[in-house]
């Protein structure tokens, strides 16, 4: 992880699946496979797949759906079943390489409304998401997008288990985002504490709030903070 300077530190922070790129498919991909590794677990269509992913907040989640075995749900079991989740994105990745992205992470409405702040003013910015980071600089860099430390992943997420705290370990304490943006309603709550405006979006896979916003206004928002 680079370690951020003084004077740089981002005012507006994003989740990246859902909110960004729609990684939907990409994650029912990985899920698939990684069922056929362990016994009792069961398939699923792309359709019935979506009606649980709403529920769905870190990758071990999916064991919740897929296994057969409600007893055998042991911190060790979700771990093995993460690793294994990993492992199979990672080599499917390095084979396809950037023909992975483009397949299975098109960029959403709200991405494009917002691309050419990332572009101009990438120090506003920082992602804070469960995904690894080495799959969203990927993404970001194949859409010309370049955060550099600015960006917060899977590796520190598992380590604080909150995204909030994650944050604070990498800018500090009293350290506070103008605004941050995620599609799932537990991480934005979390976020609350860290970020003078918290905003969940309407258009991801998280279940909604009377609260949640559409990206028009979230963008227009962006702008205003931006200018």
Known sequence: MTIIKKNTYPLIGLDFDGVLFDSAYEAYWVAESTALRFENFKSFDFKSFMMFRTRINQCRDFVRFYSLDKKNLSDDFLEKYEKNFQAIRATYMNKMGENYIKKFFPALDFFKRISHFLTSKPDQFCIISTRDESSIRQTLKLNNINLKGNIIGR???????SKSKSLRHLFGN??????YVDDIYEHCTDMKEVSEQVIQADWGYGELSSS????????????EICN
């Open 155 to 161: 590796e520190t997420f598992i380590k604080y288990n």
């Open 212 to 223: 949640a916003a559409s990206y028009s206004r979230v963008s227009n928002l962006i702008k």
């Open 174 to 179: 009293d350290f506070k985002l103008k605004l």
